[in-house]
């Protein structure tokens, strides 16, 4: 009788990985069948060339020292927002291109930017990437 009575008290000392190793089957199914399913790329849009409002494309340089170009023009950042209301009262495309610098300080980048999203400036905005 001792023998029995041990053999049912006494508990498994190893872990039964079944379980774990189903549930991670199912995982790598799920994942293989959801992959080729997600969309890989992205969209983006060329400028419409207007035939109003000149077709050069306006293009705001920010160098590693912070200081801005328009068209490669010098401008101050006090100067931005009028400079930026005078070049495009007459265009029916409100479109600036952004070439920040690597080195530019995000800050005078960010501030740049807000000056372009200002009221009557600028509606898209889009990055030069080198």
């Known amino acids: 009788m001792k023998t ?57 340089q920010i160098a590693a020292d912070g200081a801005l170009f328009l068209n490669r023009e010098p401008v101050k950042a006090e100067a931005l927002g009028d400079r930026l209301s005078a070049v495009f009262a007459a265009r029916e495309s409100k479109a600036l291109f ?8 995000y800050g005078s980048v960010v501030k740049a930017l807000d000056v372009c999203r200002g009221p009557g400036h600028v509606e898209t905005i889009g990055f030069v990437l080198n």
């Open 98 to 105: 952004v070439d920040a610098d690597d080195k530019a300080p």
């Open 4 to 60: 029995i009575a041990n053999q049912r008290t006494s508990a498994k000392r190893d872990i039964n990985v079944t379980p774990l190793v189903d549930i991670l089957l199912v995982l790598v199914i799920m994942f293989m069948v959801i992959t080729p399913l997600m969309q890989k790329g992205f969209t983006g849009a060329l400028p419409e060339r207007s035939s109003r409002g000149g077709g050069q494309a306006i293009v705001l």
